[in-house]
Structure formats: structure tokens, C-alpha cells
């Protein structure tokens, strides 16, 4: 059976690198956005009911900056939080043992 500590430490590099991973994710889609802007929106034409039970994606580029802006600061708050759980655990055992 695994340590604690030893599934802390995995839990930490797998939290590190999906932060790495998100970031860079998202610097390089902030930049493609701003390289490449969508085309500005017209006026939308006059809808009936059925045209608008569709759904329409105006942005996908969008979307995909706010879902790794989701996943970043997910995996950037479990970092911290496997971090401190870390931290606060080896100091109260060198407390205890000393």
C-alpha cells in the first residue's frame, strides 16, 4: 500500500503540471485571440420561434479561453490546497517528534 506522503506528492506533480499545462493553454489561445479577433457582430436578422430553439455558438474561441481559464484556476487551487494539506501535516509531525 502507498504512503500518504507518496500519494501527496503525486497528487502535487499532477496538479503542477495540469496548472503549467492550462497556462499555457490559455496564454497561447489570449494570444491567438488577440492576433486573430472574430469578425464584429452584425445586428442578428428577425428570428421565428423556430430558428431560435437552435443553438447558435457565436464564439467557440471564446468558449475555449473560459474553459481553460476554468481548468487553470481549478488545478491552481488544488495545488495550493495538496500543498498546505502537505505542509501542515509534516509540521505537526516534526512537532510531535520533537
Given amino acids: 500500500m ?3 506522503a507518496g ?3 503525486k497528487l502535487q506533480r499532477l496538479f503542477a503540471w495540469m496548472f503549467l499545462l492550462a ?3 490559455l496564454f497561447s489561445l489570449v494570444g ?8 464584429p457582430l ?3 436578422p428577425e428570428r421565428s420561434l423556430l430558428d431560435l430553439l437552435e443553438f447558435d455558438l457565436p464564439d467557440p474561441q471564446l468558449l475555449a479561453v473560459v474553459v ?3 481548468a ?3 488545478s491552481l487551487a488544488c495545488l ?6 502537505g505542509w501542515l501535516r509534516g509540521r505537526h509531525h516534526r512537532r510531535r517528534s520533537a
Avoid at 32 to 39: D, N
Avoid at 80 to 85: E, F, K, N, Y
Fill in 2 to 4: 502507498r504512503s500518504r
Fill in 7 to 9: 500519494v501527496r506528492k
Fill in 23 to 25: 497556462t499555457v493553454s
Fill in 32 to 39: 491567438f485571440e488577440l492576433l486573430f479577433p472574430p469578425p
Fill in 42 to 44: 452584425s445586428p442578428p
Fill in 68 to 70: 481553460v481559464l476554468v
Fill in 72 to 74: 487553470d484556476l481549478a
Fill in 80 to 85: 495550493i490546497i495538496t500543498t498546505l494539506l
